[in-house]
């Protein structure tokens, strides 16, 4: 699987959009883009993932680059609920199961 | 639908005994991952089952071991425990392998082993 790179750290005022950035320069034609986050002391907690369209669903969009070599998960509202560690994970779909390489991801503090 | 559940939650041991943890995936899920979580190293993963049989391993010694049994439900045994084993220990299941599943990991609330 591909390496990813995040940011160690971002903060974000409450009621504005969270932009967390991910680099995946090595990804392959068949790779996924995945994002979980875990809050303090529970396990991760899956957002969304993407090949190479823009996703959205209830809870966040993901936007990839044409060259697929980085993404960007967007809160669009953030709440001090969203304070967590933001994990980007690169790996191929379906048969991949439960397998995931986690990185150091970066951690989301929201304040009001 | 039940999540992911892991027992014991919490769960204090003395150096050198050994430890048997449980994981009850979500009904209908085949792959079951197992994750040592700590401050120093974060999320590790440790090793993944599909259908009873492992298919991948983390870089762990062999003290760590697991498996799976024909309802999907999943063990992990740490023997000889060190003070270093003292982690969160996650469990997550997929609907991976089943076609057209989505195939997103669920986790459990996770084990914490104290080591003494």
């Known amino acids: 699987d591909a390496k990813t790179t995040q940011p160690p750290s971002m903060d974000c005022a409450e009621g504005r959009a969270a932009n967390l950035p991910c680099n995946h320069s090595?990804?392959?034609?068949?790779?996924?883009v995945y994002w979980y986050r875990q809050i303090h002391s529970q396990g991760p907690q899956y957002i969304i993932h993407?090949?190479?369209n823009n996703e959205t669903n209830e809870m966040a969009s993901l936007i990839i680059t044409e060259d697929r070599k980085s993404s960007t998960l967007i809160l669009p509202h953030a709440t001090l609920r969203d304070t967590a560690v933001y994990y980007c994970?690169?790996?191929?779909?379906?048969?991949?199961?439960?397998?995931?390489?986690f990185g150091k991801g970066t951690t989301l503090s929201v304040s009001s | 639908k039940a999540g992911v559940t892991q027992t014991p939650r919490y769960l204090i041991k003395t150096r050198g005994q050994q430890v048997t943890l449980s994981c009850s995936p979500i009904s209908g899920h085949r792959s079951v991952s197992w994750y040592q979580q700590t401050p120093g190293q974060g999320l590790q993963f440790l090793f993944e089952y599909f259908s009873e049989t492992q298919r991948n391993k983390g870089n762990f010694p062999g003290r760590f071991s697991g498996r799976q049994f024909s309802n999907s439900r999943s063990e992990m045994n740490v023997s000889t425990l060190e003070l270093g084993d003292s982690a969160l220990y996650l469990c997550?299941?997929?609907?991976?392998?089943?076609?057209?599943?989505?195939?997103?990991?669920?986790f459990g609330q996770g084990t914490r082993l104290t080591v003494v």
């Open positions: 993407g090949l190479k």
């Open positions: 090595t990804i392959s034609g068949n790779e996924y």
């Open positions: 994970i690169v790996r191929v779909d379906n048969w991949a199961g439960t397998a995931l390489i």
């Open positions: 997550a299941s997929s609907a991976a392998g089943r076609t057209g599943a989505r195939t997103e990991a669920f």
